[in-house]
């Protein structure tokens, strides 16, 4: 059933959504016995929200026929704040923290009689591309298709549970791949938007330039619906963009015939796996076919220079931000002994772990006198370049593509053996598109041993109609 026809059901009361929702929040907790996806499941928020949509149903209430929601489960990224429910951002330093407020994405749901079943699981603060980077007592997502792999980060456990998890869709976040990245590890889709196109209000920080929120769903018309509630202007977020709104599911409909792909040639080729590759082509291939051209560009400076630039950017803005961290706010806190400074050295060295250690000495480094120059601010003019590099391309083209990563999940045995930027270099594909606050979408292209591979897309700013215009394409031709 797609989830157009079980809003229907749930208006026309031919679903019980009290009853639905209970099946589900237990599904949720038996799925999460093995696969580790929910930090949090709010099932007294998800019943009650339940509940009072039985009751409006029943009073005949008008206005909620037209929620674009009615009564669908969503799931939310722990770094996104819900009101009352405990949003960690996957850390310790987090626990028990339970927002005043609802973040700007989550008020938009609710308004549409979105359902919020619970907090996915993620890489502390976003600091990965696996989901093994878990806050201290925190568990690691495993993959819907193999448990013994990873099912791709930092938003691990909206990709899983997408998968697993029938009548569903998530909202994940991205600072340099976290949507497309476990989405492709995961078999389904994933849209990062243009940056500032989707608030940020609300949202636990990473890195303030970089953070953009965005849908993760089985398939593309779940990912549409989402996007067309979530997306707008706020003012309570200063780079939101006041753009004029869309109707992205309109979008679904039209062919791609006359389009215009660029094969990023760079991203092809020596480093990326043979079965990734076929799987892509293959998909390049479903999008000639329903008419679309398709030609090689060469694109220097992304895949040379895009994990250079996004380490330094995201590392010196994520040091910052973690500065409030220190057990006086909220969050984690310890005795207080001894002298300011060796209070807040013990809460942090106590509830951060490792991967935010080494980020916080590696931002802080960048942005020091003497070295700012040298390295962020280097970054910042090499991103204003990649910008333009790109901007060029969009005047022929209306898509780019490439894998979204080049290699097919790994095993948790593996990834143990990475080095930090070997554990960087997973993101190869996707830190540019975010460095460069492009929208781009992940899009399930095939099998190979048993695993998934996805395709990446990636537009102009606020072209997203385009890549959704692309990937229903590739989804019916499959
Ligand atoms: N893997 C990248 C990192 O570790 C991107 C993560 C993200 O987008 N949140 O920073």
Redesign the pocket.
């Known amino acids: 059933m797609s989830t157009k026809e079980f809003i229907e059901k749930v208006k026309n009361h031919e679903i019980d959504i009290v009853e639905h929702t209970y099946k589900l929040i237990e599904e949720c907790k038996e799925i999460n016995r093995e696969y580790n996806y929910l930090n949090a499941i709010s099932e007294e928020l998800a019943l009650n929200q339940a509940r009072e949509i039985k009751i409006q149903l029943k009073q005949k209430n008008k206005s909620i026929k037209g929620k674009k929601l009615l009564g669908v489960a969503i799931s939310v990224k722990d770094a996104i704040c819900v009101k009352d429910v405990e949003s960690t951002a996957g850390s310790k330093i987090l626990q028990n923290y339970k927002p005043l407020f609802d973040a700007f994405v989550i008020q938009k749901v609710k308004e549409e009689g979105g359902i919020i079943i619970g907090k996915t699981s993620q ?1 502390e603060f ?4 696996f989901s093994v980077n878990v806050g201290i007592g925190f568990k690691v997502p495993l993959n819907p298709f193999d448990m013994e792999r990873s099912c791709g ?2 938003s691990g456990g909206a990709a899983g549970l997408s998968q697993k998890l029938g009548s569903h869709i998530a909202l994940g ?6 949507i497309v990245e476990p989405a492709s590890f995961c078999g389904v889709y994933g849209l990062c938007p243009t940056y500032g196109r989707v608030s940020r209000y609300g949202l636990i920080d ?1 890195s303030n330039s970089l953070d953009k929120i965005g849908p993760i769903g089985k398939n593309i018309e779940d990912v549409a619906l989402l996007m067309n509630v979530i997306s707008g202007y706020d003012k309570n977020d200063s780079t939101s963009l006041n753009a004029k709104n869309e109707d992205y599911e309109s979008y679904l409909k039209k062919s791609v015939k006359g389009m215009k792909i660029g094969i990023i040639k760079e991203a092809f080729g020596s480093g990326v796996e043979r079965e990734v590759e076929k799987n892509v082509y293959n998909g390049i291939q479903e999008l000639e076919e329903e008419g679309a051209k398709t030609e090689e560009i060469s694109l220097e400076l992304p895949i040379k220079y895009g994990i250079a630039t996004y380490y330094m950017i ?1 590392t010196s803005e994520a040091s910052t931000n973690l500065a409030k961290y220190c057990g006086m706010r909220y969050g984690a806190a310890e005795k207080l002994e001894g002298s300011f400074n060796e209070y807040f050295t013990k809460v942090r060295s106590n509830n951060f772990g490792d991967e935010v250690k080494r980020r916080i000495v590696l931002g802080t480094f960048a942005r020091m006198t003497g070295y700012r120059d040298a390295f962020y601010l280097k970054a910042m003019k090499v991103r204003t370049l990649m910008i333009q590099e790109y901007k060029k391309a969009f005047r022929k083209f209306d898509a780019l593509v490439s894998p979204t990563t080049s290699i097919l999940p790994p095993k948790f045995e593996d990834i143990e053996k990475l080095s930090p930027l070997q554990h ?1 270099m ?2 190869v594909m996707t830190v540019s598109p ?1 460095v460069a606050g492009l929208p781009h979408l992940n899009v399930p292209v095939g099998f190979e041993k048993n695993l998934p591979v996805g395709m990446l897309l990636i537009a102009d700013h606020l072209q997203e109609g385009k890549l959704l215009q692309l990937g229903s394409a590739v989804e019916k031709g499959k």
Not at 126 to 129: E, I, Q, Y
Not at 173 to 178: A, Q
Request: charge should be negative.
């Open positions: 890489d976003g600091f990965g591309g980060g930092s976040e991205s600072t340099g791949g976290s990473f995201a960087y997973i993101d975010n």
